[in-house]
């Protein structure tokens, strides 16, 4: 069997390898590094894959979050909601902007911004909210965005972890998530679902004044080269970095679907077992599987499942192990002495497996029966 990974980047590459290897090349050959055709070309094809007007590209997806939070115009001490349980880049650059994290809970099922923990968190300090697509799985935008507009609040989705997500409106329209809000943010983290061969990130908006803005503040705050209007910074995607997402994102519908259909097998394994709760699919989200992330019913040794799998080479990850309003960093805003029954108990239980597009038939079995077996021992 092939040894197993969590993100199998490399038969990935082979794949695609003449191709990625053709469009690497032409970016050498024309020498134009940064800003080359490529960038704006990869603009413009994402944009018109998510439907969205504006598609700027920046460095990475902690950037994108970090621009996305300049670009509205918050003060020190302006309050931003997030979860707590997600990645530390969504709740570390409100920190680093001197904006104030405010941790609301989850849903336990979707692992999502949880719409009543949210209204009870909004005060007149509340400027935006940043819902997260977690592990690939939509927040539940209508309803986020209903109170948000209700508070007049911005709303900076955080997309890094379900890029192809569409998101299914009561009234039969339907959108990709990180296009929903104001401004959408995601990352090209090569393990991410659209992964490049280095660092990467992108921001979208519909709305072409905020479109300029996110521009200018990506660019040092400039318009027109060394006439600089505000503070920014620099972040850019480089064109090496583009030219593979370009090759990248005509494959990534197809991407999503290996991945859903690896979440399909896990399902079925563990559809029946007491021990095991599988990743919950709301109507409104078509998930993405960033993570096949199972929570385990009390009293299962997580430790020990861990381990039961690493002794037969079969990796697996707990994200995350701490939550953002128990991390050292966020002290100052007291955020531990809040009780966050839910996303505590959620970081005591969630295991994630392997789930990448590369997988085969016997890895998958090997994997489910791992689980299945330490489960029944
Ligand atoms: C990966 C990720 C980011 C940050 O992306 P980088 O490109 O690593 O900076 C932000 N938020 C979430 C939820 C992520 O998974």
Redesign the pocket.
């Known amino acids: 069997m092939r040894p197993i990974q969590m993100v199998d980047t490399k038969t990935q590459y082979h794949r695609i390898k003449s191709e990625v290897d053709q469009a690497v090349l032409e970016v050498l050959e024309s020498s134009a590094f940064i800003n080359g055709k490529p960038v704006q070309q990869f603009a413009e094809e994402l944009a018109s894959y998510l439907g969205v007007a504006h598609v700027i590209p920046c460095a990475?997806?902690?950037d994108a979050?970090q621009i996305a939070m300049m670009a509205l115009g918050l003060q020190p001490g302006d309050e931003v909601i997030t979860p707590s349980f997600?990645?530390i880049?969504?709740t570390e650059v409100i920190a680093l902007l001197r904006l104030t994290p405010v941790f609301v809970e989850v849903d336990p099922h979707t692992f999502c911004m949880d719409p009543d923990s949210l209204r009870k968190a909004i005060t007149p300090k509340t400027k935006a909210i940043v819902p997260?697509h977690?592990y690939g799985h939509a927040a539940p935008m209508a309803e986020l965005l209903r109170i948000a507009n209700e508070h007049n609040l911005f709303v900076i989705e955080?997309n890094?972890?379900a890029i192809g997500c569409d998101y299914h409106f009561s009234d039969g329209r339907v959108a990709k998530t990180g296009t929903l809000g104001h401004i959408g943010c995601t990352?090209f983290?090569p393990s991410?679902n659209l992964g490049a061969y280095g660092?990467g990130?992108a921001i979208f908006t519909n709305d072409s004044a905020l479109a300029e803005r996110l521009r200018m503040i990506a660019n040092h705050g400039q318009r027109q080269r060394y006439y600089h209007e505000i503070v920014g910074c620099n972040s850019r995607l480089d064109s090496v970095q583009a030219a593979i997402l370009r090759i990248k994102l005509r494959h990534l519908d197809a991407y999503n679907e290996a991945r859903r259909s690896v979440a399909d097998f896990y399902d079925q394994a563990f559809a029946t077992h007491p021990l095991v709760t599988t990743p919950f699919q709301a109507v409104y989200s078509k998930h993405v599987y960033h993570q096949y992330t199972l929570k385990l019913a009390a009293g299962v040794d997580r430790d020990g499942l861990v381990k039961y799998l690493a002794d037969r080479s079969i990796p697996s990850m707990i994200y995350y192990p701490v939550p953002g309003h128990r991390q050292p960093m966020f002290a100052e805003f007291g955020s531990a002495e809040h009780s966050m029954p839910i996303t505590d108990a959620l970081t005591d239980v969630v295991i994630s497996l392997p789930i990448h597009t590369e997988m085969d038939e016997e890895q998958k079995a090997y994997i489910a029966n791992a689980v299945l077996e330490y489960l029944n021992k």
């Open positions: 990475n997806g902690t979050l997600t990645y880049a969504t997260v977690l955080d890094a972890q990352s983290y991410k660092d990130g």
